[in-house]
């Protein structure tokens, strides 16, 4: 197989709340149509990653490489309107608008006549069409997750960012999201996402990385990082 | 019964001007999260420039009222950058003391160095509207009219601008989660911009009723229109666009009414008596949430 174009390269990476060095130094690569994974415990740095990603925090050192281009100083309409988008943690929809206005905004940047756009997510996630009117805040917890996703695709990322998506939701809808999500991977999209519930994340991605302590320690396959025992031991539950 | 048509009329009239500078005001909170206290001295400013391009034009509307109109959107751009810091961190009551010093700068500018702060007229082609109609005993001036229309055509174009543009739907998405807003790519500095751009169209609007509803301004014009406008904007409930301006019409009734029933100088005590005893039972506002 020839090898993958690369979207993104993160190279010495490190950022600072302050004096709170969130993100010491991390090193990972995104390929064309790859579903990289993110673990680590809550403060690894994973979520300052995936901000800095979208420039809404400036690193202090290293550099962001998307699609060639150095991005590591743009601003956020700028890094958002050359193809990356995110579905927030906690899903962060706008609940007093409806959800064809979230939909909307997801397109923001899109120049052209988004009517195929939203035919797109309306395939993937037939209720939005149906509740297109209502207003967001009224829909389910794993409705609002559908419409934060459908948000983020609007625009026909080129690099799709998950920011913790399964959080807060019961099984049976994390089951569903990451049938999606699955689906997503296998029609080509490029997705990178940051996940605490590791054995579902690793048994769909491609590859992985584990953050700890703001350096990213470890990255491998799927399988690797889940017979990884230092792995097992963290995030999968013990040694079963 | 003729004479209380007529101070509907003209309450109606001088609600609309408070209407648009709540709307304003509003707007202003929307897109950057501050009370713009400068704002109605925007207003004051743009009629007095106003005033100064109608003697250079030998009093031309069809060069002057655009110039109004111009001159609010500069003077109101302007300010923008003074505020982004501050709507950056979020930092509400700061921005009252930013608005209030841009308040009193501007206060201070007319009163020193124009005329001593003496009451500037504008010219018979303007003030009133250019003329009064009477039918009856009703008596009014065409400027109640144009206000009352103008004021509900430019309340639509914005409620248009701000439900159903992409500019106006990027306001409202940054009023609601400025965090969010960011993330789905919302340019912070071109949307407060465009946002500040309509309010001071709106202002420029504002300054052209008031050379037509009051025919003379003078520096102090600036504090009586900025205590109503954010008493109602407390009364309606803060960034409540349709309550305030439901609230600044029946301001300019209730005033009107006031000047026509009770003797001589009372109108402003009996209209914040109201407004008062209101606020007493509904701390939110009139239309505020109870949350």
């Known amino acids: ?240 | 019964m003729e004479s209380i048509i007529a101070q509907l009329i003209d309450g109606l009239a001088r609600g609309s001007l408070y209407a648009l500078i709540v709307v304003g005001l509003t707007l202003l909170l929307l897109v950057r999260g501050v009370v713009h206290f400068g704002f109605p001295y925007i207003v004051v400013m743009t009629a007095y420039l106003g005033w100064m391009v109608l003697g250079l034009t030998n009093n031309n509307l069809l060069i002057s009222l655009p110039a109004f109109v111009i001159i609010g959107i500069i003077l109101t751009v302007a300010t923008e950058p003074l505020f982004r810091p501050l709507a950056q961190k979020r930092a509400f009551l700061e921005t009252l003391v930013l608005g209030q010093g841009i308040a009193i700068i501007f206060t201070d500018i007319w009163s020193h160095f124009f005329l001593h702060g003496q009451l500037v007229a504008f010219p018979s082609n303007i003030a009133a509207g250019g003329g009064r109609i009477r039918f009856g005993m009703i008596y009014f001036t065409l400027a109640d009219i144009y206000a009352l229309v103008g004021g509900l055509i430019a309340v639509g174009i914005l409620l248009y601008f701000l439900y159903r543009s992409k500019q106006g739907r990027a306001i409202r998405a940054m009023a609601q989660d400025l965090d969010i807003a960011r993330s789905l790519g919302i340019p912070f500095n071109k949307t407060g911009l465009v946002g500040f751009g309509v309010a001071g169209a709106l202002a420029g609007i504002v300054a052209i009723a008031i050379a037509m509803i009051l025919e003379a301004i003078n520096p102090g014009i600036g504090d009586a229109l900025a205590v109503k406008a954010l008493v109602l904007m407390l009364f309606a409930g803060m960034g409540n666009l349709m309550g305030g301006l439901v609230c600044a019409l029946m301001l300019g009734v209730v005033e009107a009414m006031a000047q026509a029933l009770m003797p001589g100088r009372w109108t402003e005590a009996i209209t914040f008596g109201v407004i008062m005893l209101v606020i007493l039972v509904r701390p939110n506002g009139v239309f505020g949430s109870r949350a």
Do not use: C
Request: aromatic share 4%; charged share 20%; hydrophobic share 40%.
């Open chain 1, 1 to 240: 197989m020839a090898k993958r174009n690369n979207v993104l390269t993160v190279q010495n990476l490190a950022v600072a709340y302050g004096h709170i060095q969130a993100i010491k130094k991390v090193d990972l690569q995104v390929n064309q149509g790859e579903l990289i994974v993110l673990l680590g415990s809550n403060g690894a740095g994973k979520s300052t990653l995936l901000h800095a990603l979208l420039g809404k925090v400036r690193p202090s050192r290293g550099r962001i490489i998307f699609m060639g281009q150095d991005i590591t100083q743009w601003p956020t309409e700028n890094i958002v309107a050359a193809g990356i988008s995110i579905v927030p943690e906690g899903r962060g929809i706008l609940s007093l608008m409806s959800v064809m206005e979230n939909l909307q905004l997801g397109a923001y940047h899109v120049k052209h006549d988004i009517t195929e756009n939203l035919h797109r997510v309306f395939k993937l996630f037939p209720l939005l069409e149906e509740r297109k009117k209502q207003q967001a805040g009224t829909l389910s917890g794993g409705e609002q997750q559908m419409l934060a996703l459908s948000r983020a695709l609007m625009s026909s990322p080129k690099l799709l960012l998950m920011d913790e998506p399964s959080l807060g939701l019961g099984p049976i809808i994390v089951n569903e999201l990451y049938a999606v999500i699955a689906d997503l991977h296998n029609k080509g999209q490029t997705i990178l996402l940051t996940e605490q519930n590791a054995r579902k994340a690793l048994k769909y991605a491609d590859r992985g990385y584990v953050f700890d302590l703001g350096t990213s320690v470890l990255s491998g396959t799927g399988p690797e990082l889940s017979s990884n025992p230092g792995v097992r031991k963290a995030y999968l539950g013990g040694g079963d």
